[in-house]
């Protein structure tokens, strides 16, 4: 039956392959179980609900793309989308976590639309790779900042804006040396080292918590599995106020949009190129359906309570020990369902000092997106640098988007090439400037 439900033989993989893969996958992002319901918190939401919300909307999607698109390409609540949730659209523009989560289930939406119709492919072609790479790469560089921040190791000073933290803190150093074994973890080509690192990290803290320290994580005084399912359906109480301002509306929808859409587009091509999906026309086999499956669970995701679920790039470590199909996919996703049994352990555990080297190597990974921008070319140099300034320095995503559209728009007029700037792009850039001038 999963020979024929997955072509298995076709695809000249196995059942047992197959679920090691999905395994080795599950391992490798299972650090969003932590991480998400922190960075959920500091919006103002309930850390159960949010695991909750992340477990089940993770597994849910993940069995959405194994069994629609075949695909061995695993979901779940996207780094840097949820900071964007919660440090740019909540704490930067004051909105509530229901109205955030109200434009991500629209941002959903949306994405279904141009999933099923041919827009998918004009949006894809018309905004310049250098920006979308340099997107990518300034979203590392904010999250690996709020890690810092998070973790102490960076602090507010009133004279210098940020300085060092106090290294004498227990919580700081408990920081450091986490991302200290995670880099050692990362170079060594440790399988799931992201999670490992997370794991050694909230280990040793939960010992020296025994043993007096302050600011430590500890297990569960209560061992009871809280199925805490408040969140669901919260978006559908913030619509009113997301849309009480049209235009910054449709700025923090597009933000959503764009982050999921280019996030996907970019796993897909990375899995689909190492499994042989791109056919002679550098076209991906079953893109449509694989894109429909990502924005159904960034809806569902919305639904349950959690911020945007996209591709995982994490999926190739599955497909690196042979994963090759959807069978791979549905594996992870069981293992995020069955993992709402040891919510206890996670959320006692998993403080901030043990999610910022996750965060802050994550952030690494997603700046080395910086290697593909043409640096002698000084439109795409100052439109890159512009958004990942931007994004850091105004501490929000959305921002650095916009303002690194505009720099590109006014860099090619400079260069006598505003004929070749996409209709979409001259939109964009006039959304954008008009949410500057009325929306902030």
């Not at 919660?86 to 941002?107: D, E, H, K, P, R």
């Not at 297990?219 to 009871?224: A, D, E, T």
Request: with cysteine; net charge negative; charged share 10%.
């Amino acid at each position: 039956m999963l020979n024929k439900l997955f072509k298995l033989d076709q695809k000249h993989t196995s059942v047992k392959t197959e679920i090691l893969a999905g395994v080795t996958t599950f391992l490798a992002m299972a650090y969003i179980l932590g991480v998400n319901p922190a960075i959920l918190g500091d919006a103002g939401m309930d850390m159960s609900a949010v695991f909750m919300a992340t477990a089940i909307s993770s597994g849910v999607a993940c069995l959405i793309m194994g069994l629609l698109a075949n695909y061995p390409v695993a979901l779940a609540p996207g780094m840097g989308v949820n900071a964007l949730f919660a440090y740019t659209i909540c704490l930067g523009m004051g909105y509530s976590w229901q109205a955030a989560l109200a434009a991500v289930f629209v941002s959903g939406i949306v994405f279904v639309l141009i999933s099923v119709t041919g827009v998918r492919k004009m949006i894809i072609d018309a905004i310049p790779v250098q920006l979308k790479t340099a997107i990518g790469a300034g979203i590392g560089f904010f999250i690996a900042f709020v890690g810092f921040k998070n973790a102490g190791i960076i602090i507010a000073s009133e004279s210098t804006f940020v300085t060092i933290g106090s290294l004498a803190d227990p919580a700081v150093l408990l920081a450091i040396f986490g991302i200290l074994v995670t880099i050692f973890c990362v170079v060594r080509k440790v399988p799931a080292a992201v999670f490992v690192g997370l794991v050694i990290t909230a280990i040793l803290g939960i010992i020296l918590g025994i043993f007096g320290l302050e600011n430590m994580p500890a297990l569960p005084q209560n061992w009871g599995i809280n199925f805490d399912f408040s969140a669901v359906g919260a978006c559908f109480s913030g619509f009113g106020e997301l849309f009480s301002n049209p235009m910054s509306a449709v700025v923090i929808i597009f933000s959503f949009l764009f982050v999921d859409f280019f996030d996907t587009a970019g796993t897909l091509v990375a899995v689909g190129n190492s499994i042989g999906l791109v056919n002679r026309q550098g076209e991906l086999e079953n893109a449509e359906q694989a894109l429909l499956a990502d924005s159904l669970g960034t809806v569902f995701g919305a639904v349950m309570g959690t911020s945007t679920v996209t591709s995982f790039v994490e999926s190739t470590s599955g497909v690196a020990v042979g994963g090759r199909t959807g069978l791979t996919a549905c594996t992870t996703g069981i293992l995020f369902l069955l993992s709402v049994f040891i919510s206890p352990v996670i959320l006692s555990a998993i403080t901030n000092a043990v999610t910022a080297p996750a965060l802050i190597v994550v952030g690494v990974m997603m700046a080395q997106q910086l290697k593909g921008i043409d640096w002698d070319n000084m439109i795409y140099a100052i439109a890159a640098f512009i958004t990942v300034i931007s994004m850091i320095l105004t501490y929000s995503i959305s921002n650095g988007i916009a303002f690194g559209f505009i720099a590109y728009t006014v860099a090619m007029i400079a260069a006598g090439k505003a004929k070749d700037i996409h209709i979409t792009v001259w939109v964009l850039m006039v959304i954008f400037v008009l949410y500057f001038a009325f929306a902030i």
